[in-house]
């Protein structure tokens, strides 16, 4: 499992730091690759050799601050030594992370985010741009995040494409053997008999230790409002989500609730892959 971690120097990216160390404390084999992406800009009148020269410099004193850094957060120092601390000249910070997590193949990129209301602060900023941007699947973390053993994860589901969906999520929480549980709203049905069909497979020998909670849908709460409540009382250590780039879906779904957008305080780490 490869995971590139995104850090700014700043405090608040200290959260995405700390649940890269919990899952490499709970998951064998997970590489981590602490990555600091920055515009170094060429003034006119220096010439490409000085400016590369500065560039090589500027790089290499970043990188060292870099591993200071990190380990600066991390606890178990001796176990993490190996790891790689990258410093990326690039003219965009969001496009970087993405080109970097592709081209080096990483499984996912893990970068946090500052303040309570996750959704609130997730769209608007860069994070944002990555999550609707990058094949490579997004773990979000909150910026006060302190770690804790990952014994459970929720994945919101609206049913559709839900076997394939599974199978990518069980990369993670196999190898950190976390206890899975599909979180589904009645209302988001649209076919009967491929929800049957659907809900028939946790019968299944490959699905029997998932656990299924079909909730009923309350027209009077939105997602989100309906989300929060579920997560504050059940306290899973990681949500999970797919969003669908093409039809918008995660803005449609958490942008126009404003009092989500207020609430909605949680904790917990999101996970989101694209469709």
Same mark, same amino acid.
Request: net charge positive.
């Given at each position: 499992?490869? %995971?590139?971690?995104?850090?700014?120097?700043?405090?608040?990216? @200290?959260?995405?730091?700390?649940?890269?160390?919990?899952?490499?404390?709970?998951?064998?084999?997970?590489?981590?690759?602490?990555?600091?992406?920055?515009?170094?800009?060429?003034?006119?009148?220096?010439?490409?050799?000085?400016?590369?020269?500065?560039?090589?410099?500027?790089? &290499?004193? %970043? /990188?060292?601050?870099l591993r200071k850094f990190v380990f600066?957060?991390? &606890?178990?120092?001796?176990?993490?030594?190996?790891?790689?601390?990258?410093?990326?000249?690039?003219?965009?910070?969001?496009?970087?992370?993405?080109?970097?997590?592709?081209?080096?193949?990483?499984?996912?990129?893990?970068?946090?985010?500052?303040?309570?209301?996750?959704?609130?602060?997730?769209?608007?900023?860069?994070?944002?741009?990555?999550?609707?941007?990058?094949?490579?699947?997004?773990?979000?973390?909150?910026?006060?995040?302190? =770690?804790?053993?990952?014994?459970?994860?929720?994945?919101?589901?609206?049913?559709?494409?839900?076997?394939?969906?599974?199978?990518?999520?069980?990369?993670?929480? /196999?190898?950190?053997?976390?206890?899975?549980?599909?979180?589904?709203?009645?209302?988001?049905?649209?076919? &009967?008999?491929?929800?049957? @069909?659907?809900?028939? %497979?946790?019968?299944?020998?490959?699905?029997?230790?998932?656990? %299924?909670?079909?909730?009923?849908?309350?027209?009077?709460?939105?997602?989100?409002?309906?989300? /929060?409540?579920?997560?504050?009382?059940?306290?899973?250590?990681?949500?999970?989500?797919?969003?669908?780039?093409? @039809?918008?879906?995660?803005?449609?779904?958490?942008?126009?609730? @404003? =009092?989500?957008?207020?609430?909605?305080?949680?904790?917990?780490?999101?996970?989101?892959?694209?469709?």
């Amino acid at each position: 499992m490869k %995971l590139l971690v995104t850090t700014d120097f700043s405090t608040n990216s @200290k959260g995405a730091i700390r649940f890269a160390q919990t899952l490499a404390n709970q998951a064998d084999n997970v590489e981590i690759v602490f990555y600091h992406a920055l515009t170094i800009m060429k003034p006119t009148r220096w010439n490409e050799r000085f400016y590369h020269s500065y560039e090589e410099e500027e790089i &290499k004193r %970043l /990188t060292a601050e870099l591993r200071k850094f990190v380990f600066s957060v991390l &606890k178990d120092k001796e176990r993490f030594d190996a790891v790689k601390c990258v410093v990326d000249n690039c003219l965009s910070t969001e496009s970087g992370i993405i080109k970097f997590a592709q081209k080096n193949k990483m499984d996912y990129i893990c970068i946090a985010t500052q303040g309570a209301g996750m959704f609130r602060k997730v769209m608007g900023t860069h994070t944002s741009y990555i999550v609707n941007n990058s094949d490579v699947p997004v773990l979000v973390i909150p910026s006060h995040y302190r =770690s804790k053993t990952l014994k459970r994860a929720t994945y919101l589901s609206d049913f559709e494409n839900i076997k394939s969906e599974l199978t990518k999520i069980s990369k993670l929480t /196999t190898p950190a053997a976390m206890q899975l549980e599909v979180l589904h709203y009645s209302s988001i049905l649209f076919d &009967k008999k491929k929800f049957e @069909k659907n809900k028939a %497979l946790f019968n299944t020998t490959a699905f029997e230790n998932i656990k %299924l909670n079909i909730q009923k849908n309350n027209l009077e709460f939105s997602l989100v409002e309906k989300i /929060t409540a579920y997560v504050q009382k059940s306290k899973p250590e990681l949500l999970i989500m797919f969003t669908n780039r093409k @039809k918008g879906f995660f803005e449609s779904i958490f942008l126009p609730s @404003k =009092s989500a957008e207020l609430t909605y305080t949680t904790k917990v780490p999101v996970l989101i892959y694209s469709k």
